[in-house]
């Protein structure tokens, strides 16, 4: 007998259970993927519960089959997710831009932990932020979403499959250590409360359909292999069709597509959320786990009469430019806070221009970063 996906109710669980338990509400039947610190225990989850479910589960070679894996059952037509952690996540990089250019929905977790190489295997950090926009060759636009608690890792696993689906590609969630084994209440609500995407199937004529002519939005609607549908699948530079196409037009017209979905849909992409931001002088920029000391500390601040608020980043790629340049006129100063030496604090310096100081509160990884150096950094800085 089949169990229900959605195991309804409120639990204690940790944020890398939620990531499963989100990801099993969202529809995804395939996991493969490669033990690793923090973020094994997805995969442990995921191989306990899809049994259950006439799901799959398939412990991979590496990290880079583990990819290769996804891609494929997603063309089988199966919701498909793997997780990782930094190493990993760099064997990851070439298959991610096979899905690029493939076209192909997944999702794929990174609980991030201090690196570079091996670093602090049992200690979170947030240093693949960088690497999450750029870490596959040629330009090309990705999603990132970063969950801040337990609760959100359920929810923003179901966001992410919706997203990949709506807009075919992978997408990436760039959760860490500290929200991965952190333990929280997390509530599930029943599966008709839950919102589902999933991909928009082709129709018409199967031995004339066009696999990568747009469709609504600019979406290219997708078959799975057995439909009887005549295609072709290639990481080369492709026609509509999907057959190779060797020349500079036609790569210019399928990069336009590719960037294209991305960046003409960015109001329904891109998520942020604010607190007391209305009246603040200094904002405070941040996401993931050190949205919350950086949530605290404006609280902190304004008990010194220091008026702050906070922006956070739900969605950290593709990154919100009119919002940060928005918010750069309307405070005296900024501060930006990540567990990592300044990498999204470089594309807020880039998107402010110069026009209100930007201070950077972060360090290398291994621990959260408490609210006092925030609130120290606004006293000393302002």
């Known amino acids: 007998m089949v169990k229900s996906a959605v195991l309804t109710g409120e639990y204690f669980m940790t944020g890398d259970v939620a990531c499963a338990e989100g990801a099993l509400a969202a529809g995804c039947r395939f996991f ?15 191989a ?76 979170g950090a947030q240093g693949d932020m960088m ?33 990949s ?35 928009l199937g082709p129709k018409g004529r199967k031995d004339l359909f066009k696999l990568y002519a747009p469709g609504p939005g600019g979406i290219s609607p997708m078959p799975a292999a057995g439909d009887g549908y005549n295609f072709h699948v290639t990481g080369l530079t492709h026609d509509e069709k999907g ?7 036609t790569h210019a017209q399928m990069m336009s597509r590719l960037t294209g979905k991305i960046k003409n849909n960015l109001d329904d992409i891109i998520r942020t959320d604010s607190y007391k931001l209305d009246d603040a002088e200094f904002a405070i920029i941040s996401y993931g786990v050190s ?28 990154f919100p430019d009119d919002q940060i340049r928005a918010l750069a006129g309307d405070v005296k100063g900024m501060v930006t ?9 470089r594309e807020i310096l880039r998107c402010v221009e110069g026009r209100v100081p930007v201070h950077l509160v972060g360090h290398s990884g291994g621990t959260i970063i408490p609210p006092e150096d925030v609130v120290k950094m606004l006293k000393e800085a302002f």
Request: glycine residues 8%; negative net charge; contains cysteine.
């Open 48 to 123: 306990q519960r899809l049994v259950d479910i006439d799901g799959t589960f398939i412990q991979m070679e590496d990290e880079i089959a583990a990819v290769a894996s996804i891609l494929g059952a997603s063309w089988g037509g199966v919701k498909s997710m793997t997780a990782t952690s930094g190493p990993g996540f760099s064997l990851m990089m070439e298959n991610i831009g096979l899905g690029i250019i493939t076209e192909t929905p997944c999702v794929i977790v990174n609980v991030q932990r201090a690196g570079p190489s091996t670093g602090l295997p049992t200690q």
């Open 291 to 318: 949205s919350r000391t950086s949530m605290a500390a404006v609280d902190m601040a304004r008990d010194l009469g220091i008026k702050a608020g906070f922006l956070r980043l739900i969605t950290v790629w593709p």
């Open 337 to 345: 806070v990540e567990i990592n030496l300044g990498q999204i604090h």
């Open 243 to 249: 057959y190779p196409a060797m020349n500079v037009d």
């Open 32 to 46: 493969g993927g490669y033990p690793i610190t923090p973020a094994t225990e997805i995969a442990e989850r995921m």
């Open 165 to 199: 689906e709506k807009y075919r590609l992978p997408v990436l969630i760039m959760s860490d250590e500290i929200v991965g084994h952190m333990s929280e209440k997390v509530i599930i609500p029943a599966a008709d409360e839950i919102k589902i995407v999933s991909r």
């Open 131 to 163: 690497q999450a926009k750029w870490g596959s060759h040629g330009d090309y636009e990705i999603i990132a979403l970063a969950p801040s608690s337990p609760q959100e890792f359920f929810y923003q696993t179901i966001e992410a499959f919706n997203l």
